[in-house]
């Protein structure tokens, strides 16, 4: 019997607070990709188990960004 295998990627993340707003930077497939955090979130005081959600958000933004780069070159 085989035992099952996940596959994970972990990027790091570096939290930048400018003015009230909160961004979260990180690197995937090689291209920069950032984000504002939601109001109120300080990275300083969050649950470890929301990373996980950040770290999906950031897949989502850099696969939304490629997208609409290939539609603004073409």
Known sequence: MKAATT???????LFQKLGNTWY???E???E????ALPTGMDPRT???????????????VAKFSKRNSEVSAA
């Open 7 to 13: 596959n994970t990627m972990t990027n790091e993340v």
């Open 24 to 26: 979260v930077f990180t």
């Open 28 to 30: 995937i497939n090689s």
């Open 32 to 35: 920069m990709v950032y984000s």
């Open 46 to 60: 969050t649950k470890l188990e929301l990373y996980d959600v950040i770290e999906e958000h950031m897949k989502k």
